[in-house]
T-cell receptor, first 113, second 115 residues
Framework: GENVEQHPSTLSVQEGDSAVIKCTYSDSASNYFPWYKQELGKRPQLIID?????GEKKDQRIAVTLNKTAKHFSLHITETQPEDSAVYFC????????????FGKGNQVVVIP | ETGVTQTPRHLVMGMTNKKSLKCEQH?????MYWYKQSAKKPLELMFV???????ENNSVPSRFSPECPNSSHLFLHLHTLQPEDSALYLC??????????????FGPGTRLTVT
């Protein structure tokens, strides 16, 4: 099955700076890579996703890049704000997997005002 | 109510008790999932139901028993649990057309404590 590794486990950034979280996956057949944000005491919510036929996707201050050759993908948050403080999970899904997602361990992002 | 709902939100049970978790989705999806979320661990997929049929049982102990009576409802029946089963149990739903790549919508979770 798919194995997703996520680094670093904790990231502290100054408000206004950028944050980058990296994930690697093991199954070259994976073709869908979502990122979920989970605020304290709340449910995980999708913030951005990318499919294997695209190398980069951007949505306002959030962007995701995918390197299929190296089997890694990254989340980039620019101009960080206190409300960006949360746990971020990357995941990978494969084409015939009944939409199953393999999640990384999560990354705690702390934005320091 | 819209989205994915779960009841109860908190549950404390003894090791000899039997209880059930309930999940309901109002999104018209045809797939539902149970996840276990423990501290410092990835979200662990437990069960997947697609079109009301179980398509995945991710090596979950038999003390956890899922039930999906229709595409909108999912249950997780619990019996003779262990303290290490204490965790947040999340339900999710999505479309499933057999090809993957659909957003999963999560419920708020049930915080389970086994004493």
């Amino acid at each position: 099955g798919e194995n997703v590794e996520q680094h670093p486990s904790t990231l502290s950034v100054q408000e206004g700076d950028s944050a980058v979280i990296k994930c690697t996956y093991s199954d070259s057949a994976s073709n869908y890579f979502p990122w979920y944000k989970q605020e304290l005491g709340k449910r995980p919510q999708l913030i951005i996703d990318i499919r294997s036929n695209v190398g980069e996707k951007k949505d306002q201050r959030i962007a995701v890049t995918l390197n299929k050759t190296a089997k890694h993908f990254s989340l980039h948050i620019t101009e960080t704000q206190p409300e960006d403080s949360a746990v971020y999970f990357c995941a990978a899904s494969w084409a015939w997997g009944n939409n199953r997602l393999a999640f990384g361990k999560g990354n705690q992002v702390v934005v320091i005002p | 109510e819209t989205g994915v709902t779960q009841t109860p939100r908190h549950l404390v049970m003894g090791m000899t008790n039997k209880k059930s978790l309930k999940c309901e989705q109002h999104l018209g999806h045809n797939a539902m999932y149970w996840y276990k979320q423990s501290a410092k661990k990835p979200l662990e997929l437990m069960f997947v139901y697609s079109l009301e049929e179980r398509v995945e049982n991710n090596s979950v102990p038999s003390r956890f028993s899922p039930e999906c009576p229709n595409s909108s409802h999912l249950f997780l029946h619990l019996h003779t649990l262990q303290p290490e089963d204490s965790a947040l149990y999340l339900c999710a739903s999505s479309q499933d057309r057999g090809t993957g790549g659909y957003e999963q919508y999560f419920g708020p979770g049930t915080r389970l404590t086994v004493t």
